[in-house]
């Protein structure tokens, strides 16, 4: 609760600050103030929260978010969509296209259909651009709550947080702070647009609802009011629309049969990683363990539980479930990765690379690539390690890790001009500046690569721009309670 009154608290302030900069609005922020927004958004969350970074995960969902974009029109914003790591169910939209689902969230969920149903719905909700009316509204009728709000936090007076919490919510469209007729609103009108380009997508906009019923029916049950209820109400009469509409849409089209392609092998296998690797641990435990009861030989349930076990630093054991997770499917490139990756961790160095070659030779994967270069480098293989991490930097040139690996190998290697240049990379991304102009300036006095050297100059000449925004972005979070 501490974490989210903080996020809460960032928003408002955030707000606050483009109520000034920016002055009132008629009925909406601009593109360009929702963009910046936007980027200030991701800012808080990434720092406040645990964004899921699994390629198996994230390109998945975003392989279902852009399936549905392709039904829209051309949009005004580019959209990111995420996991994060939250036990809550709740999913939201951010200003200018991010959109965010909760680990817990797709726990609940059971098929393609509804997860493609929230996301779909969020999409809408950005499409219309009702978080950027939102903001509006609230920056023209709450300027002076507002100041206070920031007051106190700035003060840390009692009592901000809720009142952060309720403005924060507003300014993404939730509704609770503003008139309820206008989240009806917003909310019928999302659920329309979205339902119109589900079924454009291919999708039988089913999910929409049955995901709805779900996440109502944990309210039902007695427990507390999931967050997805708060910030979009699914009340009877806005289910009861949702399949009205779906049975008209059906009369329509009756003729047509569902061209739905959603891949529900597919969902059951990334759905099976977020439980074992991001669910809260005993959950999870008690999942997998009541699957394994009723059916003693289900793959999917030993590669979850392998991936639970390994988690929690039972190799051992996760590695005999792996290996009956791969006994109807030896060349799974899944399961494969998860066994190396276990036999990594365990310090299996030679099953590792056994395995993960196997494993990446099948899947085009980075993470094993990855790991496979950092089991052979333990094995003293280092010209192998570092072709393999040359391959994983031109693939994806942001994973910052490899370069300290590649730093390091080199360094073995006694090639002091590529460890130095690989390793000043990794220390200026990871913005370690003491480390970044010791590694930086080593690398341009040897370097004989002019484009190498020229890359580390230019590094060089922008670390006191950085060290300067560096220190402004710690005097920001000093003043966040």
């Known amino acids: 609760m501490k974490k989210k009154n903080q996020v809460c608290a960032v928003l408002t302030l955030a707000l606050f600050v483009y109520s000034l900069v920016f002055g009132s609005t008629t009925s909406a922020i601009t593109i360009k103030e929702e963009r910046e927004l936007s980027k200030e958004f991701l800012r808080v969350i990434a720092s406040r929260y645990h964004i899921v970074d699994d390629p198996v995960i994230t390109d998945y969902v975003n392989k279902v978010g852009k399936k549905i974009l392709a039904a829209f029109p051309t949009q005004l914003f580019s959209y990111h969509f995420y996991v994060i790591k939250e036990d809550s169910l709740n999913a939201f939209a951010s200003p200018a296209g991010h959109i965010f689902i909760n680990s817990g969230l797709f726990e609940a969920l059971e098929s393609e259909e509804e997860l493609a149903g929230i996301i779909g719905h969020e999409i809408a909700h950005v499409f219309c651009r009702h978080i950027s009316q939102r903001i509006g509204r609230a920056t023209k009728m709450n300027l002076a709550l507002l100041a206070g709000m920031m007051a106190g936090i700035l003060l840390g007076s009692g009592g901000s947080a809720a009142a952060g919490n309720a403005v924060a919510v507003g300014s993404l469209a939730a509704g609770q702070s503003l008139s309820l007729s206008h989240s009806r609103e917003d909310e019928r009108q999302a659920d329309e647009i979205g339902l119109q380009y589900l079924t454009k997508a291919g999708y039988s906009g089913k999910g929409l609802l049955s995901s709805l019923q779900k996440i109502r029916s944990k309210q039902w049950l007695g427990s507390n009011i999931p967050n997805y209820l708060l910030t979009h109400p699914a009340s009877e009469e806005r289910m009861a629309y949702i399949d009205g509409w779906l049975s008209r849409y059906r009369k329509r089209n009756s003729d047509i049969k569902s061209k739905s392609s959603a891949d529900s092998k597919e969902f059951k296998r990334v759905h099976t990683r977020v439980v074992a690797k991001y669910i809260e641990a005993s959950v999870a435990q008690n999942r997998f363990k009541n699957i394994l009861n009723q059916n003693p030989k289900d793959p999917m349930a030993h590669y979850g539980y392998g991936m639970l076990l390994s988690r929690l630093g039972n190799h ?166």
């Not at 484009?451 to 590094?459: D, F, G, P, S, T």
């Open 316 to 481: 051992t054991e996760a590695v005999k479930h792996l290996k009956k997770a791969l006994e109807p499917s030896a060349l799974n490139p899944y399961y494969l990765m998860e066994l190396g990756w276990t036999y990594f961790s365990e310090g299996s160095y030679e099953n590792a690379v056994a395995i993960l070659t196997s494993a990446t030779e099948i899947l085009n994967d980075i993470n094993g690539k990855f790991y496979l270069g950092r089991a052979q480098m333990e094995l003293g293989k280092l010209d192998e390690a570092i072709q393999k991490f040359e391959e994983v930097i031109k693939e994806k040139s942001n994973f910052n890790q490899v370069y300290y690996y590649l730093g390091e190998a080199y360094g073995k290697l006694d090639n002091l001009e590529e460890a130095h240049y690989n390793l000043g990379i990794y220390y200026y991304n990871k913005q370690d500046f003491k480390n970044t102009r010791f590694h930086l300036n080593r690398a341009v006095k040897i370097l004989r690569d002019s484009e190498k050297r020229k890359e580390a100059k230019q590094m060089l000449a922008e670390l006191p721009r950085r060290i300067n925004n560096h220190e402004e972005e710690k005097n920001k979070r000093k003043i966040i309670p």
